[in-house]
């Protein structure tokens, strides 16, 4: 690739500074649902470019699910082809104002980042959420050219990030692509699960729009197993992709869970998101605020859920049962927690639900300390004895993770799980049924959208080769491609 | 088109009959299964249970009574409009087996859901009984439609100004005193009806289900929101019901939690009252949003 044409030298790119995303106050965002990083400058982004040392080894795309150009579409910013940038990222990732958003890029591309370590890594999750801000906002967003039709079709059961991206890649393969959706609203848990202050869902909108535009079919309040078989699809198609997500919420087991209060983080979220209970009443699902509101769990889930109700006027409290460290959610998004004065409970574990007349009134908590490392490589979490005490709260949100859905797998007996319900898939994501792929939190269990973006990809390429009669992607190259 | 109102009407003081377009759910549905449908683009999603359909004209029918916003939102619309959202079927099918004589026992919306459960019984072979229980005498009605896939009707009044006076309870005795042998039994009703159909048919040791009608948001399975305990496991009513084992279902919790947004669901219904009768003004609400 060419040298960039600014002429810095390494040294001058390491000396300039990370760029700063401006935000919301954090007193002035905790009361209102907009998002809170207000977005890279084009200056900004111009000057946060040239941090990039251009490494010949480019360990950043290596970081990356699905395998951005990191580098050339950063290249391409620093010389102000800001729509072009959008363009050559829109090549490997469909959705690029989402995951420039939502993306934990300081595990993935950032944190590979040869500047990582000493100088904070280029700031690429940032980047890339401007220039595709950037096209869309200025109304430059291209539909490509339709490619030559194949007159294959293929059914995409989900239109989640995986779904999405096994339609966006297909379509440009000249197939036919028709997305079945269970609610109604595309996106899954791009629209039902992520906070507008997160991720604002008009964003969502156009980039599903965009692949409707494309030719991209979207049946909402389609539910396959229910309003339509696995069976029909296989008839009528000659691949099927099921991106079902996430199902069931996991409750904890304990006393009082039954209480009104009491809400899995899939309902709060869905409440909140989907239905627009934040805006009630003026839309009809409610979702009362709480005056006191526990979260209990520590992912990323628990943080939206935990943001959503301080920001409809909680005071809020997340109960979690190892430390700080262990938090399975984002620094950042633990940080703005903090910033908008979410109370942490940490090495704290609910013990029971008080309830009085049927509604929660507190949660009996254990403290914990930590022990020998569990299966997953954490310090196991170990109550201590006589540490009891009382919280006083009038909701409880329980977000400990979800299993697998029953509805879809249900219907096909053929379909092989394994002992948590999800499905089992090899290397290129195929099923144990014939034309069957599968992707996501319905095969990984919960994961993050990048993630589940990537399992579609690699599901993408498999369908490509068996619908053009080509050999499977070799389970080696794919690997090769995601390490 | 899919959610096209064609017959919109109150069949009796306070329980409206509601067909509407829906091809693929009327070609798909069980007995047993339910519906969700949005009636505006604000609205909630709300689960009805199916009452009739008919594949040929591809259409499906649910009883249903203004409670709330949303139900209040549907009675105002008209035929010829739509409903904004309506998906399905949902839920898992009522067992259809042959079980000897078989009572079907409806309430409020019930009397027109359990048309569809009589029939398939009916058709397994089955000797069917269905019980009509109602407060008072002219709150009764899908009788005819009944009687074509009945082998009797037994209408209870509360009041006593029609049949057997009382509830279920005094119906099961009314069988009793009659020496009836009642093999299996299906309740579909209020939650109250159902408790207590429930609880009458426990002495006689009678298998008896109910089709619970719990909140739902998503209906597929994902927000929980249907949790219900049976026999002291939680199960989810949109994908492993709605039908339960009505004596081992935990009525106390079903009843806690149908009251969960009590206070807010009464807020919704006077706010869009107040806005429909122009009680809030659009000046009014500019200001509430400064």
Known sequence: MSKKSDGLTPKERMAIPRSKMPEQDPHARALNFEEVPLGLTPEQAMEEAKRCLDCRKQPCVSGCPVGVQIPEFIKLVGEGKFVEAARLIKETNVLPAVTGRVCPQENQCEGECTLFKRYGGVSIGALERFVADYERNNNLVEIPPKPKQTGKKVAVIGSGPSGLTVAGDLILEGHKVRIFEALHEAGGVLVYGIPEFRLPKEIVRAEVDYLAQQGVDIRLNEVVGMSVSMDELLEEYDAVYIGVGAGLPTFMRIEGEELNGVFSANEYLTRSNLMKGYLFPEYDSPLPPGKHTCVVGGGNVAMDAARTAKRLGAEVTIVYRRAKEQLPARGEEVHHAEEEGIIFQLLTNPVRIIGENGKVVGMECIRMELGEPDASGRRRPIPIEGSNFEIDCDQVVISIGAGANPLLVKTMPDLKLNRWGYIEVNKNNQTSVDKVWAGGDIVTGAATVIEAMGAGRIAAKSIQAYLTGQPQPSTEEEQEEID | ?290
């Open chain 2, 1 to 290: 088109m899919t959610g096209k109102i064609l017959v919109n009407e109150e069949v009796v003081p306070n329980v409206h009959r509601l067909v509407v377009e829906a091809a693929n759910i009327a070609l798909r549905a069980q007995p047993g299964q339910f519906i969700m449908i949005i009636p505006d683009s604000e609205g909630e999603r709300v689960p009805f249970t199916l009452s009739d359909w008919d594949a040929e004209a591809g259409t499906i029918t649910i009883f249903y009574q203004e409670a709330g916003v949303s139900t209040m939102k549907l009675t105002a619309m008209k035929p010829g409009e739509s409903v904004h959202v309506v998906v399905g079927p949902l839920g898992r099918p009522t067992k259809i087996e042959k079980h000897g004589t078989v009572l079907v026992g409806g309430g409020c919306y019930g009397l027109g859901a359990i048309y569809p459960l009589a029939k398939a019984f009916k058709e397994a072979g089955n000797k069917v009984i269905a019980m009509l229980e109602a407060r008072t005498t002219y709150i009764v009605y899908n009788e005819e439609k009944l009687r074509e896939v009945t082998d009797e009707i037994i209408v209870v009044t509360a009041d006593g100004s029609r049949g057997v006076r009382g509830h279920i309870k005094e119906g099961m005795k009314f069988l009793e005193a009659r020496k009836e042998k009642i093999d299996h039994a299906h309740f579909v009703g209020c939650t109250f009806m159902m408790m207590l159909s429930a609880e009458a048919t426990k002495p006689y040791g009678i298998p008896t289900i109910v089709s619970l009608n719990t909140l739902m948001v998503d209906g597929t399975g994902m927000c929980g929101v249907c949790r219900v305990l049976v026999d002291g496991e939680t199960k989810f009513a949109c994908v492993d019901g709605p039908d339960f084992d009505g004596h081992l279902v935990d009525w106390d919790m079903v009843f806690a939690r149908k009251r969960a947004y009590e206070g807010e669901e009464d807020l919704a219904y006077q706010f869009y009252r107040c806005r429909r009768d122009g009680a809030i003004s659009e000046a009014a609400k500019t200001q509430e949003a400064v």
